[in-house]
Antibody
């Protein structure tokens, strides 16, 4: 069965960095585009970033562009999100999300992880 | 990348129908037939209910339907059931491989 397990969340001071990981299993990870989506406490969903199945292309929301980097290691079936220059407004649950096979970039997310909480606070 | 506009809340009685709107612009909702809808129960990850404006994934009841007119997409839930009470989010392709979500709508089953 498909599983996406995020890790790496925690409390971090403003301006510092954090790296999230998402371990994928139960499917051919290297065939799927992957996204990060976040949700601030009590707020709505916000798309963060997309990486193509082979890592060749990456796209970001304006709110994180230049600060966050999405990457993947298909040999380890793992997705990453490197978050630099963190701000209070980055506080959220971060979800690792799989998109439909062969539908790169479309908002069709069929599997979500359980999420990992990132809290940016001094 | 401004969030799509959804009503904060809607409500309906069991058996009734409710419609949730999702308004964007010609750069997102109006420009592509790539709108999806997600249901989120408290404390859980979102679940895909509708994709490509009006398609239902396997396992989603046919009580859920989607449509689009101009810059506004809509999710209609007919034969409302208590278990439908949740938050609902629309999401649209916004060009250049970017996506935008709506602000979310809380559905209350009276």
């Amino acid at each position: 069965q498909v599983q996406l397990v995020e890790s790496g969340g925690g409390v971090v001071q403003p301006g510092r960095s954090l790296r999230l990981s998402c371990a994928a299993s139960g499917f051919t990870f290297s065939s799927y585009g992957m996204h990060w989506v976040r949700q601030a406490p009590g707020k709505g969903l916000e798309w963060v970033a997309l990486i193509w199945y082979d890592g060749s292309n990456k796209y970001y929301a304006d709110s994180v562009k230049g600060r966050f980097t999405i990457s993947r290691d298909n040999s380890k079936n793992t997705l990453y999100l490197q978050m630099n220059s963190l701000r209070a407004e980055d506080t959220a649950v971060y979800y690792c999300v799989r998109e439909f096979l062969g539908r790169v970039g479309a908002p069709n997310f069929d599997y979500w992880g359980q999420g990992t909480l990132v809290t940016v606070s001094s | 990348q401004s969030a799509l506009t959804q009503p904060r809340s809607v409500s309906g009685s069991p058996g009734q129908s409710v419609t949730i709107s999702c308004t964007g612009t010609s750069s997102d909702v109006g420009g592509y037939n790539y709108v999806s809808w997600y249901q989120q129960q408290p404390g859980k990850a979102p679940k895909l209910m509708i994709y490509d404006v009006s398609k239902r994934p396997s396992g989603v009841p046919d009580r859920f339907s989607g449509s689009k007119s101009g810059n506004t997409a809509s999710l209609t839930i007919s034969g409302l059931q208590a278990e439908d009470e949740a938050d609902y989010y629309c999401c649209s392709y916004a060009g250049s491989y970017t996506l935008v979500f709506g602000g979310g709508t809380k559905l209350t089953v009276l």
